[in-house]
Every structure is written in structure tokens, then in C-alpha cells.
């Protein structure tokens, strides 16, 4: 019998209370109940990729600058591609997803025959949800951007500064059933996250927000 | 505050953005002057009108771009042929 425990990861944001482990992922266990809640996405899958902005990537992906695609089949099948840069995506998966994603990415890049590259950066930063109809105003709080259906719908991204750090914001409304939730992904470098973490909570303290996941959270 | 329109972004705060400098020619290093490298690095013209400059979106699409910008008033032009774009 080893008496050498498995390997945790931690995610880059801590937060008082109970703790659960997420696929080898340490992460807070709160429950949220209110109408706004953060919820750590640490444990997600997270790929760079770069190449042309006009290239067969691109295609491959499915989405260009500035917008997302969930695509249904294919190698990226249940990720979410998010276009976070003129020839710059973010791929999001599902925690321990990270081989096959990188391997399906990574065939993407192989044979589109261009100067592109795919990294896993899942450890090296912090992602966070941010859910609830008063997310924008707490966003805006900290943000300069206009968040509006016509500047920001849902399915589109950006990168800006939001406390000062720099972030890539995607709104990405939760469904359930016929309702849909304001949400917003918040993807940092992990350094950063815990003081956006903090930044978020201090904003949405007047709105009532609340750190965790609620039962209808997909992580 | 001061918005400054990235050729990718859109309009933005301008404390997103690094000021490059004036968009401007570099000498050939191996047969320019030491003056006239001199006066690439360190003078620049400062006028009070139109000037076309680099600046980096580092917060935003991290890419460098040229846009003309009158230091009367802020106003701004897009300047595709500036020295330094690369969008």
C-alpha cells in the first residue's frame, strides 16, 4: 500500500470554507443560492492557440475574433472555441478532457499546413463564471466596456481591462429551459486571478453576490 | 480620459494602450551616422497638428497599429499606411 497520496492541483483562487476535489482539482465546495454568483472554473481544459487570422485554423475552429462556437461534432465536440485575439483562440473543456483536446487541436494545427501552435495553459491561469442578471452592472463597475445585447451579445468576447488586469471577458447565458441567465466567463493568468477573484466579490457586494456554484452549475 | 479607436478593438479607454512613439523611418544601422542615429532615437519633431504614431494594445488585442493623431485636440484618423502597423 503507498502512502504517497495522488497529486492535487489547485486552482489559482482560494476562498474560506469547505473544499472538494474536481477530477484532481482542489476547489472551494460553497454552494451559492443568491441571483449573482462566481464560480471558479479553474479545473477547466484551457488551450491557446495562434495562427493566421485567415487561415484553414480558423475554419477549423470554427470562429474568428471577437465571437464563440460550441462545436457539435469533430475533435472539439462539447468545447467552447472563443475567438480572444485577431488570430488568437481560447479552447475551453471539460476537466480532464486535456489529452484529447490537445491532441484534437493539435491535429487541427498539424494539418491546416500553417504557421500555428497549440498550448496548454490550463494550470497557468484562472478562469472564472460570473452568473446573474446584475452581472453587468457589477462588470461595469470595473470594466469600461459597454455591455449592452448590441455591443456585447451573447456568444461574443473581448479582451480589456477589468480591475485593471487584463481579461478576456465572454458571455456565454446559462439556459434553463426556456430562461436564460446573464454569464460571463472571466479568464485571467493565474496570477491575477485571485485578486480579480477578490476585485469581483468586493464590486458585487451591493448586488448580493455569492462564491460558488449553484446546483444547476455545470462546472 | 482619452479614447483611442484600435483598428481591431474599437474605441478604448486609452490607459489600455502603450504609446509607442511617432511613427517614423529607422536609418540603415550599418551605414548610418552615429548623428543620425543619434536623432532617430532621441529627437522627435513634437509638432502641434497632425502626427502619425505606433501604439501597442497591450490590454486588448496586443497588436501594434499606426493611427494619425492631431496633439491639438485628440482627434484621430486611421492611418493604414503608418510606419509599424501590423493589424
Not at chain 1, 41 to 68: C, E, I, N, Q, Y
Not at chain 2, 6 to 11: E, F, K, Q, S
Not at chain 2, 22 to 47: G, V
Not at chain 2, 56 to 71: A, D, M
Request: charged share 20%; with cysteine; net charge neutral.
Amino acid at each position: 500500500m503507498s502512502d504517497i497520496a495522488a497529486p492535487i492541483a489547485r486552482t489559482a483562487l482560494s476562498f474560506p470554507g469547505p473544499l472538494r476535489t474536481v477530477d484532481g482539482w482542489e476547489t472551494t465546495a460553497r454552494h451559492a443560492t443568491g441571483g449573482l454568483r462566481l464560480t471558479d472554473l479553474g479545473p477547466l481544459v484551457k488551450l491557446t492557440v495562434r495562427g493566421p487570422a485567415d487561415g484553414s485554423v480558423r475554419t477549423a475552429l470554427g470562429t474568428s475574433f471577437g465571437r464563440t462556437a460550441r462545436p457539435r461534432g469533430g475533435p472539439l465536440a462539447g468545447a467552447l472555441v472563443v475567438g480572444s485575439g485577431p488570430g488568437e483562440w481560447l479552447v475551453l473543456g471539460a476537466p480532464g478532457t486535456g489529452g484529447e483536446l490537445l491532441a484534437g487541436v493539435g491535429a487541427i494545427v498539424a494539418d491546416s499546413g500553417e504557421f500555428a501552435s497549440v498550448v496548454d495553459v490550463t494550470h497557468g491561469r484562472a478562469l472564472v463564471r460570473l452568473t446573474g442578471e446584475a452581472a453587468p452592472l457589477l462588470l461595469s463597475k470595473v470594466c469600461a466596456i459597454d455591455l449592452t445585447d448590441r455591443v456585447v451579445p451573447n456568444g461574443s468576447a473581448f479582451r480589456s481591462s477589468v480591475a485593471r488586469v487584463v481579461t478576456d471577458v465572454v458571455r456565454d447565458d446559462r439556459a434553463d429551459g426556456a430562461a436564460r441567465t446573464r454569464s460571463y466567463l472571466l479568464h485571467c493568468e493565474r496570477s491575477s486571478g485571485q485578486y480579480l477573484a477578490d476585485s469581483l466579490v468586493d464590486a458585487g457586494i451591493e448586488y448580493g453576490i455569492e462564491v460558488g456554484a449553484a446546483a444547476a452549475d455545470p462546472i | 480620459m482619452m479614447l483611442l479607436t484600435c483598428p481591431n478593438c474599437g474605441a478604448r479607454n486609452v490607459s489600455e494602450f502603450r504609446y509607442v512613439g511617432e511613427a517614423k523611418s529607422r536609418p540603415d544601422p550599418e551605414t548610418a551616422t552615429p548623428e543620425q542615429w543619434r536623432r532617430y532615437l532621441y529627437f522627435h519633431r513634437n509638432p502641434a497638428g497632425w502626427i502619425s504614431e505606433t501604439w501597442y494594445h497591450g490590454s486588448g488585442c496586443r497588436r501594434y497599429f499606426g493611427i494619425e493623431r492631431n496633439t491639438v485636440d485628440n482627434a484621430q484618423r486611421s492611418a493604414a499606411g503608418t510606419a509599424g502597423a501590423t493589424s
